[in-house]
């Protein structure tokens, strides 16, 4: 199978928050979840950071990722279902099962608050996130035949023993 090759919107994007210092890292973050239009204070930053040719109806997932970028390092493999895969436990898994059907059921006004939530639960568990990825499935999530969201279950679940 042929390895698909990266957006250069996407790595342009990355490379500039990649970049970011230590403040506008911590502005993002305060904004975690929050949209375009609730966003305070760091709409420029923003703005600097995304490439000049993102079609408007994109923006909100760029904002979605940069202000959750800060909140988990980077550096994962595979999708986010392989990284919730990863931080599956003997002792969390029933409740990450649960939380993982919830934000594969999740609508695009659900997102951003269950997507904080699990960016949240995979930094306290030391797993990393595989961003640019993240960013261009996100962007697929609103397609009718849910793609990504079946891509994510099966990686999440395939190594899973049938309860």
């Not at 199978?1 to 993002?28: I, N, S, W, Y």
């Amino acid at each position: 199978m042929k390895e698909k090759k990266p957006d250069p919107k996407v790595t342009l994007f990355f490379d500039g928050l990649q970049r970011l210092d230590t403040g506008d890292r911590a502005r993002l973050k305060r904004c975690a979840g929050q949209s375009l239009a609730e966003a305070r204070n760091v709409l420029g930053l923003f703005f600097h950071l995304l490439p000049p040719d993102v079609p408007y109806f994109q923006q909100e997932t760029y904002f979605l990722v940069a202000t959750l970028y800060p909140l988990a390092e980077e550096g994962g493999q595979g999708n986010l279902g392989a990284s919730l895969q990863q931080a599956r436990q003997p002792n969390n898994q029933k409740g990450l099962d649960r939380r993982v059907n919830i934000l594969l059921d999740s609508n695009e006004s659900q997102l951003a608050f269950r997507l904080r939530q699990v960016i949240h639960f995979l930094k306290s568990s030391q797993v990393r996130i595989a961003w640019p990825l993240l960013l261009e499935d996100l962007l697929s999530w609103t397609h009718p035949s849910r793609p990504v969201q079946r891509r994510w279950a099966q990686t999440y679940y395939s190594e899973q023993p049938v309860r």
